[in-house]
């Protein structure tokens, strides 16, 4: 198992989320799942997330969910660190994933308050109290407008209060502003905290003082690269990047998983671009098209090479 960052550490960089890849009939494809973990290391993200939003976790089974795990912590092989998510519809469900992904040897866990049902505040504070006496790892919280979102005062409140959570993933309305408040007010008690959005604001999230982004992993050798850039001051370098992205991050804004699967079957990751029913959406000729030229425009930002 990756060894978890010290009190004098801190997770950093691009924590990629792989797509869950499908076959045709929908069914999970187990061989581009490993081919999607592979590529996701390989490819420059510091860390991998799995499965989350970008994996179309809401569609798995909880014995997929399982399978997802084993897969991910043999596939990654402590190579870089690894997030599970673990949310689910009730304070248990969330519980008995996270036990056991930690079995299965993950680095830590995300999730959002079981939203099912709306919580209370009480009952959000009483949901991470009983996930960290579940585990022994560190536990991201995901502040999403689709849960139920918390304020940088309550997430404040979580970290300097229950043990285990440390890290927050943040991805409200106006999350830079949120993150840049958390961080003044949680100080220590906060280890860091991580944009989403794609990236599209990695720049901003970093001049912020956020430790890294977790975005779907179908660019994280070109989103790797942003970061590593600004690690290493070079700052217009990074936003010439992150410009040249823009017209791609619009489609990913339409189209979302189909559009990260899309790309990983373009570069010869998975087989197959499925996505599970309901709520399907293809992209037709015209978006295909497009796709065409705005991939062209990137070739030399793309590192890593389908063997």
Known sequence: MTTNPSESTQYRGIFGIPATPFHEDETLDTRSLESVLNFSVENGCHGIVMPVMASEYQSLTDSERRQVFDITTKVVDSRIPTVAGVTGVSNIHSIELARYA?????????????????????????????????????????????????????????????ENVDYIKEETALAGQLASVLLEQAGDAVKGVMGGMGCKFLVSEFNRGMCGNMPASHFGDIHSRIWNLLEDGDEAGAREIQTRMAPLNNYESLYGQSAFKEILFRRGVIASTTTRSPGRKS????????????????????????S
């Open 102 to 162: 930690e079995g299965s040897g993950f680095d830590s866990v995300i999730a959002m308050p079981p939203h099912s049902l709306k919580p209370t505040t009480s009952e959000v504070l009483e949901f991470f109290e009983q996930l960290s006496d579940a585990v022994n790892i560190p536990i991201w919280i995901q502040n999403h407008s689709l849960g139920a979102p918390l304020s940088a005062a309550q997430l404040s409140e979580l970290c300097e209060n229950v």
């Open 283 to 306: 992209l037709d000729e015209y978006d295909l098209a497009e796709y065409d030229v705005l991939l062209a425009g990137i070739d030399d930002l793309l590192i890593w090479k389908a």
